[in-house]
């Protein structure tokens, strides 16, 4: 179903999900619900999920924080899910309160969250050296969350409980500093333990009453009846296991990601909201079935400003896809759709929308998950006349 613009939303604990590849406009509609919601918290990822938020008149481009950041009602939660870079984390709470938003005393992380180191950042371009090397570059945003997911995975990271014993912390670091160097000696790659090791001695006296058990914290809120808002970061097309592999991002950008990021059990999360963009994008390498490559693409890309919040990359785009919408809609189980941006479309004669991919003469049932079937697809589209009128002040 639909929901009227920004009529009340009655269930205590929703979720917002992108549906496609991202950059779909999540932030605006958790903007546009922060006030109804007294908790705002991010399950997954990292600095890879930008957001721009304006503060009287003026814009901060948000990468870690939740949105809900700029709303002074608002308690933020990072929750276990995500991989936390301290040096940007400080420096968007720097800039927020530099323009008057006391961000600190509202923002609570984790003890269970990995901290993402800068040297993660940097095994993040080797990563990619060595990948593109065999023709496979994924074209991440270097951001050293892979890296960081890695380290998590394999049991050798670091969570933010770990600052709060510091003696501990000291020793797990130079432990992992030593590994990421014996692993990638042959990028000559070194790292100042005792000048990182001083660093995150401040960092932990600055947010030592911002760590705390979150897993427990959201369930005591929840029980309360306080209303949680669960935002997305990333899309479900950038799943782990469910995108467009290996073009994805290293965590469960889907509802999955929500509940294991957050510690909420699933039946807490009563409504899931997918955003969907009235066209596709689609930031780096991997495959895009309803890519418009000539100068539709360019009109699209103009008239939608299709940068990338955190890499500046030009976004490549497309027609809407419905078979893309359907599957991520039967994944995260969607209560409602939120369509953004359907004004960008208001320079075209003409519309089209995918409907079907047939492969080998055959209509598939749903999104193929190998990338040999996915580059091989053709797309049945539906084409509509265009309505070429400005429509931006349509409420109703």
Not at 334 to 348: P, R
Request: glycine share 12%; charged share 25%; hydrophobic share 40%.
């Amino acid at each position: 179903s639909t929901l009227p613009a920004m009529q009340k939303i009655d269930e205590q604990v929703i979720a917002i999900i992108g549906s496609q590849w991202g950059d779909e406009g999540k932030g605006k509609l958790v903007d546009a619900l922060a006030s109804q919601y007294g908790i705002v918290a991010r399950a997954n990822g990292g600095a890879n999920a930008g957001h721009t938020i304006v503060v009287e008149g003026k814009k901060f481009a948000v990468h870690l924080l939740p949105s809900g950041i700029i709303n002074e009602e608002c308690k933020c939660v990072i929750g276990n899910g995500v991989v936390v870079h301290v040096p940007t984390l400080m420096k968007e709470l720097e800039e927020l309160e530099a323009q008057g938003i006391n961000a600190r005393e509202r923002l609570f992380i984790s003890d269970r969250a990995h901290v993402l180191f800068d040297m993660h950042q940097a095994i993040d371009g080797m990563k990619e050296a060595e990948l593109s090397g065999g023709g496979k570059a994924i074209g991440t945003t270097k951001r050293g969350i892979g890296p960081a997911y890695s380290s998590k995975m394999s049991r050798g990271g670091i969570r933010f409980g770990d600052l709060l014993h510091f003696g501990e912390f000291k020793e797990k670091f130079a432990r992992m500093a030593r590994n990421k160097e014996k692993r990638f000696q042959e990028f000559d790659f070194h790292v100042d333990v005792d000048a990182e090791v001083e660093r995150y001695a401040e960092y932990a006296k600055k947010l030592e009453n911002v760590i705390i058990d979150t897993v427990y914290e959201l369930n005591n809120w929840a029980q309360q009846g306080q209303r949680i808002l669960v935002e997305g970061a990333n899309a479900t097309m950038l799943d782990i296991d469910f995108g467009t592999y290996p073009y994805v991002t290293s965590s469960n950008a889907s509802i999955g990601g929500a509940v294991t990021g957050l510690g909420l059990a699933a039946n807490k999360i009563e409504c899931v909201i997918g955003v969907v963009k009235a066209y596709t994008t689609r930031v780096g390498a991997g495959p895009f079935p309803t890519e418009l490559l000539g100068e539709d693409g360019e009109r699209l890309q103009k008239e939608g400003h299709e940068v990338g919040t955190t890499t500046q990359r030009a976004r490549r785009c497309g027609w809407l896809d419905t078979v893309v919408v359907r599957y991520t809609s039967m994944i995260n189980g969607f209560k409602y759709l939120n369509l953004t941006k359907l004004d960008t479309l208001s320079i075209f004669d003409t519309i089209k929308i995918g409907f079907g991919y047939t492969y080998n003469g055959k209509l598939l049932p749903s999104f193929p998950s190998h990338l040999d079937v996915l580059s091989k697809v053709e797309v049945e589209y539906i084409e509509l006349p265009g309505w070429k009128t400005d429509i931006t002040g349509v409420r109703k």
